[in-house]
Nanobody, 121 residues
Framework: QVQLVESGGGLVQTGGSLRLSCEASGRTFNTYHMGWFRQAPGKEREFVAAIIRSGGSTYYADSVKGRFTIARDNAKNTAYLQMNSLKPEDTAVYYC??????????????WGQGTQVTVSS
């Protein structure tokens, strides 16, 4: 089992940047695919980005492609989401999640508590 703690959210103006961090407990971080998801008020939670166990491949939602970058440091048990060129529509609670499934697409059984990102216009 793994426990996840996000940090780095906050209030930023349109066009600004933030970097979210997700620190995982335990010694098996490199056995999990890591994903970032977000949920805006009144909307369903949506996929943002994912990175496979080794960090060798990354995947993004079309809405953030070219603006967001997911990364991980397995030595530090931490995943990151660098968010640039932020837009008001990026405002949401951002969650990191961990999956031990064969594919990064499913099996996100472990979730952090979320961190609020607010982008002002």
């Amino acid at each position: 089992q793994v426990q996840l703690v996000e940090s780095g959210g906050g209030l930023v103006q349109t066009g600004g940047s933030l970097r979210l961090s997700c620190e995982a407990s335990g010694r098996t971080f490199n056995t999990y695919h890591m994903g970032w998801f977000r949920q805006a008020p009144g909307k369903e939670r949506e996929f943002v980005a994912a990175i496979i166990r080794s960090g060798g491949s990354t995947y993004y939602a079309d809405s953030v492609k070219g603006r967001f970058t997911i990364a991980r440091d397995n030595a530090k048990n931490t995943a990151y989401l660098q968010m640039n060129s932020l837009k008001p529509e990026d405002t949401a609670v951002y969650y990191c999640a961990a999956s031990q499934s064969k594919t990064y697409l499913i099996g996100y059984d472990y979730w952090g508590q979320g961190t609020q990102v607010t982008v002002s216009s």
